[in-house]
């Protein structure tokens, strides 16, 4: 075997890593990983060797804290499995992609353990904490052998002090296709699908049904006592009956049972149960109405016979009555749904792309609608299921959920082994190669599988790819972020003030997603993870709450609570309590900043706590329009009947003056130029490259009124729409544009776009154009 | 001496001389042939996940279990739990599928088989009806549906006589897409079937072929003088079962045809339920005809029907459109005897029934009220018979 040269590189766990990519920019190899306990995460080492490599090894050492040790045996380390991708359809190069992850005992097992000289090949490190760690930093080494050299590559493990929880609260409804399983696994019985079932739960997702035909219900109650401690929820199975009915009474069967298993147990089943009659309202459409409505008509008189049977009162009879169903949908919202309690809606990742959407999604949450989302063949820019797109958008998709009151996920199918784009009168096809087939549909790269079948390989467990991984991980820092509510509910109890974990966390994760549209913070979304940890440790720890966290300019305002006689310093300055907070006191923070972190130090004699707020960059005005002169760079759709003036009057400005702009609306010859018309208010804001956000201040004096927000290349005359909102009536609204990312990841071609604005719908009413006046203000912007 | 009948047998078959056989009870083997007729040897992982299973429940694995290996050094265990059947309480019928033209079912082109077979071991403790199908057994055309068979327990040579006269009639033997192999389903007690496949092949002939043309007759769709009308029919209505459908033959016993030298047995099996036969009658399969061009009001269709059981039947000859819609005709047949009026229709009182210019039948069904497991019947002449 030739000795080998070769590179071990560190690449954060956000990142893929293809198989011809140029690593050589990439620090040399220290893993850096954090936890909490019982929480797993991940980290990868790249190698690349200037010989082809014919035999590797790569083992972990014991994980030391002084008498602490947490065995090698903790850490699990995959091989990344390239596929080729020429697929096309993500619009990312073609290569070989890495997704699959094989364990590497397997690996060796199986003698492919090698590669040729110049690629990279990838290997993936999961840490699993135990729950009852001690918390601190551990440190140990990972030794990469290849072709007999060895490097040592050291390990640093912080275990954060707080105990992730053994069933997440985030609802997953992640589809195991049963019948499918033989197609990889020649086995299709229920004890294969409890290998898939056990399996996805360690991964935080949840298949739809237990392990247990339709239909047995004596079974199912044995599953349901097995398992409900460990999932956030489950679906009563069902047997359909015509194309579009069930058999209820098989259903009421089902309800029955869970209600005397609860009564038996002492527990109350019934709460995490949910219905999705797949067959009768998956992605339910105009037509399908009908049959939806009769279906849960139907399904609420069984559950009403079931409340009588067993005389069930209180909040017994309304957890049966309170049963909802999973319903998907592709173009998200309809007025439809309105008309029901027991919905919980399930729109398309794509339904959440502007603030308009977001907002109605946030305003029907805050009604009490449940809202997921799922994700079929999607992909940048929206959250990723696919082999050639991003790996940090299939995770931090979560942290966007979080903050618009989602709560859940669903997919539609984990384990599509058989080529569904083609067909036969057999049925679908089988692929010849499971393991090196990216599209399962003849369109897409791994749309319908994230995980690969371990049979061929002696395994009875599937193997998980970097997809369903990044997925757990997102799942875990969504529950970092429920962890951070939980613990603010508390201290509101304790304090007597309304705690808010959303305030600190939309401020913190400006750095990692804009509206609809993560931003790519690679590297960044570790840091603000730690944060969030912090936040946690110091809320458990030392009841230290964010209150409130703003920026304007540069100026930095913090407000934080603290239990009476606690030591706060800000920066290493001390900072004095500025009065009592009900039952605790109030800390306020105003700092002018430049970027950077702001760190905060909590003690309570001998115990402290820390956490370092991820900051960002000040604001910076780009223009005030406090000055006549500043109205030569804002320009409206003049030619066609607007107007624009420069404003002193206080009542319509943030401060000096403002940009009066009245938008008018026009008939043209043709309905079609007619609709296509809008009228328009564009503000230069020079170059946008290395710009992170982007916001003006809009003064609307009459009723509501949705416009669109772009950014423009005026030298192609190219408009990009990258929002959608509604400025509220008499009253200022800042719009924010956050998602530049949608016009382009490229900064060189960023730096053409060099000019915002917002734009109406033709104004008419009933055959004739009116005008609306707007105020627009302040326009400043934040550096990446 | 009969072990070497057995082998002399053996050989024949590799030589592709056709041999009617039926399961056997002995265990006879490996099997020494050449493999150039081999369509599925179970011999490796990769060929199992060539096959499609997922019509069904089941674990799917390599054997080497040497009772059970004929050819090659290992077989395909195969452990059939089914799809259970929650209304009857009992499970489906399995079905698997090995799709044509791939890494390893090569062949494509059937016209020079003269035999299909396979052996399979059952290790399931009680016999087990089984078929093969080429392409799908729920199509009414490009299929065929070879006769089920019973595996007992212990080795099967399951064999089949391949006649490419008539598969030809209703599946281009150029392209057969995918060999279906069914294996009736378990009851609710009962413990999933266990059967080890293995050297599933063809036998051959170097006799050219040619696929037999209709000679055409205007007035005559079917008086069983020529091998194609033995393919023109298919049971009627729902069956429980794939593997109890009826059973469609060639009769010469004069008892039982009119015309000619041959009639179509037709011969009813009982349902899995025991409640009755499976399937309530026959159909004509769906084939190009042309119902115009006769003097309507003269022209009747006409069957000629034996009814061979020892109680009347009644028979429900209807006709369908394209667009459903049906006319129907009844005649009671006394036991042992030929249908004798009642069983013609008018063509013009067809027409005035279906919408629009233009005869269009679709097909014709054949109930049979009355009907019994275990019943059987002889249909000689489905013709146009003109009024003198």
Same mark, same amino acid.
Do not use: H, I, M, R
């Given at each position: 075997m030739e000795k080998a040269e070769f590179a071990v590189k560190s690449v954060v766990n956000t990142v893929k890593i293809m198989r011809s990519d140029d690593i050589s920019g990439y620090a040399d190899a220290s893993v850096s990983v954090q936890t909490a306990k019982g929480e797993t995460e991940g980290a990868q080492l790249i190698v690349n060797a200037t010989a082809d490599v014919n035999g590797y090894e790569v083992r972990v050492s014991d994980l030391k804290k002084g008498e602490d040790i947490i065995p090698a045996s903790n850490v699990t380390v995959y091989v990344q499995k390239y596929v080729n991708v020429q697929m096309g359809y993500t619009q990312f190069p073609s290569g070989y992609y890495p997704d699959a992850l094989f364990p590497i005992d397997v690996v060796k097992d199986h003698a492919e353990d090698k590669f040729a000289a110049g690629d990279n090949q990838g290997f993936w490190l999961d840490f699993a904490a135990p729950s009852d760690a001690e918390a601190g930093v551990y440190t140990g080494t990972v030794t990469v052998t290849m072709n007999g050299t060895s490097v040592e590559v050291p390990v640093t493990w912080e275990v954060f002090d707080f105990v992730f929880p053994q069933a997440t609260d985030f609802k997953t409804v992640y589809l195991i296709w049963k019948q499918w399983l033989v197609d990889g696994e020649l086995d299709n019985t229920v004890e294969k699908y409890r290998d898939y079932y056990e399996f996805m739960l360690d991964y935080h997702v949840v298949p739809y049904t237990f392990p247990v035909e339709a239909g047995d219900v004596d079974g199912f109650i044995v599953e349901l006592r097995r398992y409900y401690d460990r999932v956030p929820c489950y679906g009563i199975p069902y047997i359909t009956e015509e194309p579009y009915s069930i058999d209820f009474d098989l259903l009421e069967d089902y309800l029955a049972a869970i209600i005397e298993a609860g009564r038996e147990d002492g527990k109350n089943y019934i709460d995490k149960a949910y219905y999705y009659f797949d067959k009768i309202y998956d992605e339910v459409s105009e037509e399908r109405y009908p049959y939806m409505r009769a279906a849960i008509d139907s399904t609420n008189d069984r559950e009403e016979n079931v409340v009588r049977r067993f005389s069930l009162t209180g909040e017994e009879a309304e957890a049966v009555r309170g049963l909802k169903h999973m319903v998907p949908v592709v173009?998200?919202?309809?007025?439809?749904?309105?008309?029901?309690?027991e919905l919980i809606i399930i729109p398309l990742y794509?339904?959440?792309?502007?603030t308009a959407n977001i907002e109605m999604y946030e305003s029907l949450a805050a009604e009490g609608q449940e809202i997921h989302s799922y994700g079929a063949a999607s992909y940048w820019p929206y959250g990723s299921n696919l082999i050639d797109d991003y790996m940090i958008t299939t995770r931090d998709v979560f942290w966007s959920k979080y903050s618009y009151g989602l709560k859940g996920d669903l997919y539609w199918?984990?384990?599509?082994?058989?080529?569904?784009g083609a067909s036969l009168g057999s049925g679908y096809l089988q692929l010849n190669d499971l393991y090196n087939t990216a599209s399962h549909d003849g369109v897409t790269a791994g749309d319908g599988y994230l995980l690969y079948p371990g049979a061929s390989y002696g395994s009875e467990q599937p193997f998980p790819s970097l997809r369903l991984t990044a997925r757990r991980d997102g799942i875990e820092d969504y529950t970092y972020f429920e962890m951070l509510g939980q613990e603010y509910a508390r201290l509101s109890q304790e304090y007597g003030v309304t705690l808010d974990e959303h305030t600190v966390l939309d401020f913190l994760n400006r750095q990692i997603f804009g509206t609809g549209v993560s931003k790519l913070n690679f590297d960044g979304l570790g840091e603000v993870r730690r944060e969030v940890a912090r936040l946690i440790e110091a809320a458990q720890s030392i009841g230290l709450a964010i209150e409130d966290i703003s920026l304007e300019g540069s100026t930095l305002r913090i407000s934080v609570l603290c239990k009476s006689g606690t030591a706060l310093s800000a920066d290493g300055a001390q900072v004095t309590p500025s009065g009592a907070a009900g039952n605790g006191e109030r800390y306020i923070i105003e700092k002018q900043i430049t970027g950077g972190t702001v760190s905060l130090i909590a003690s309570q004699g001998d115990r402290s706590s820390s956490v370092s707020l991820l900051v960002g960059k000040p604001e910076e005005t780009?223009?005030?329009?406090?000055?006549?002169?500043?109205?030569?760079?804002v320009t409206v759709s003049e030619v066609n009947g607007s107007r624009k003036e420069w404003n002193e009057d206080s009542r319509f400005a943030r401060s000096g003056g403002s940009v009066k702009a009245e938008l008018t609306g026009k008939i043209f010859d043709t309905d079609a130029l007619t609709r296509s018309f809008t009228p328009y208010i564009s503000m230069e804001c020079g170059s946008l490259q290395g710009v992170d956000q982007l916001s003006f201040w809009v003064y609307n004096p009459d009723d509501a009124l949705e416009v669109s927000i772009y950014a423009e290349n005026p030298q192609m005359g190219q408009q990009l729409v990258l929002d959608r909102l509604q400025l509220a009536a008499e009253s200022w609204t800042e719009v924010t544009i956050d998602n530049l990312n949608i016009v382009t990841t490229d900064q060189s071609l960023l730096s053409r776009f060099t000019v915002v604005g917002l734009r109406t719908d033709n104004l008419i009413d009933e055959g004739a154009p009116f005008s609306r006046t707007l105020y627009v203000d302040a326009l400043v912007k934040i550096a990446k | 001496m009969k072990k070497i009948i057995v082998l002399i047998m053996t050989l024949l078959l590799c030589l592709g001389i056709a041999v009617g056989c039926k399961a056997e009870e002995e265990t006879v083997g490996k099997t020494e042939m050449s493999d150039a007729g081999m369509l599925a040897d179970f011999e490796s992982t990769g060929e199992l996940l060539s096959m499609n299973f997922r019509d069904t429940v089941a674990k799917v694995e390599l054997s080497d279990r040497a009772d059970t290996v004929t050819h090659g050094s290992r077989s395909g265990k195969v452990t059939l739990h089914g799809v259970y059947d929650y209304e009857k309480k009992n499970y489906q019928d399995s079905r698997f599928y090995i799709v044509t033209g791939g890494k390893y079912c090569t062949k494509t082109s059937y016209l020079d088989v003269s035999s299909i077979a396979v052996d399979v071991y059952n290790d399931s403790g009680r016999d087990l009806l089984f078929s093969l199908c080429l392409n799908n057994p729920q199509a009414s055309t490009s299929m065929f549906q070879f006769d089920a068979v019973t595996l007992r327990q212990g080795m099967n040579h399951v064999q089949w006589e391949f006649n490419r006269a008539l598969i030809s009639y209703n599946i281009d033997l150029q392209r057969v897409d995918f060999f279906t192999f069914i294996v009736e389903g378990r009851e609710a007690d009962e413990q999933p079937a266990v059967l080890y496949f293995d050297n599933f092949r063809v036998g051959t002939t170097q006799e050219d072929f040619t696929r037999p043309q209709?000679?055409?007759?205007? #007035?005559?769709?079917?008086?069983?003088? #020529?091998?194609a009308d033995f393919n023109y029919y298919s049971y009627f209505g729902a069956v429980s079962s794939l593997l109890r459908q009826p059973i469609f033959t060639k009769n010469t016993d004069i008892r039982y045809l009119l015309t000619g030298n041959a009639s179509l047995k037709i011969e009813f099996f009982e349902n899995r339920d025991g409640t009755g036969p499976d399937s309530v009658g026959f159909r004509t399969r769906d084939r190009d005809y042309d119902w115009n061009g006769f003097d309507q009001e003269k022209t009747y269709l006409s069957y000629d029907l034996y009814n061979a059981t020892d109680h009347e039947l009644t028979v429900c000859m209807t006709v369908y459109s394209q667009l459903n819609e049906t006319l129907a005709v009844n005649c009671t047949i006394p036991a042992q005897s030929w249908a004798a009026g009642g069983n013609t229709m008018l063509l013009s009182a067809i027409n005035d029934r279906f919408v629009g210019e233009g005869l269009d039948i679709f097909s014709v069904t054949f109930q049979l009220i009355g009907l019994r497991a275990g019943d059987v019947v002889y249909l000689d002449n489905l013709v146009l018979k003109e009024a003198k």
């Open positions: 173009n998200g919202w309809q007025d439809e749904f309105a008309k029901y309690d794509n339904n959440f792309v502007t199918n984990v384990n599509g082994y058989c080529n569904f780009v223009c005030a329009y406090d000055a006549a002169e500043d109205l030569d760079t | 209709k000679k055409p007759d205007d #007035q005559v769709l079917t008086d069983f003088s #020529q091998e």
